[in-house]
């Protein structure tokens, strides 16, 4: 059984910026499709974003560019870099990874921006 493994969450004042990290709990475990979703509180999960093992990216058209979302294929790591973020950026956000016939989540980290 593989974990997704989160980091990089935290407090941030509204217009900063923050990293988000996620990697598997196993070594060459490696997924065809990692991105990032994030839920509100009283509010449904949605995409920020994702990316495929060959590096095609999808963007939430709320984060589009201001998110960036990249990919370590070595480590098989996915990245977020999140700038220039809003009040309503606020959420845990939790990381994805898809292979056929599996899909993992990681336990969430929490993105606060204050205005």
């Known amino acids: 059984q593989v974990q997704l493994v989160e980091s990089g969450g935290g407090l941030v004042q509204a217009g900063g910026s923050l990293r988000l990290s996620c990697a598997p709990s196993?070594?060459?475990?490696?997924?065809?499709?990692m991105g990032w979703y994030r839920q509100a509180l009283g509010k449904q999960r949605e995409l920020v974003a994702t990316?495929?093992?060959?590096?095609?990216?999808n963007y939430a058209a709320s984060v589009k560019g201001r998110f960036t979302i990249s990919r370590d294929s070595a480590e098989n790591t996915v990245f977020l870099q999140m700038n220039s973020l809003k009040p309503e950026d606020t959420a845990v956000y939790y990381c994805?990874?898809?292979?056929?016939?599996?899909?993992?989540w990681g336990q969430g980290t929490q993105v606060t921006v204050s205005s």
């Open positions: 994805n990874g898809r292979n056929v016939g599996n899909n993992y």
């Open positions: 990316i495929t093992s060959g590096g095609s990216t």
């Open positions: 196993r070594s060459r475990f490696s997924f065809l499709l």
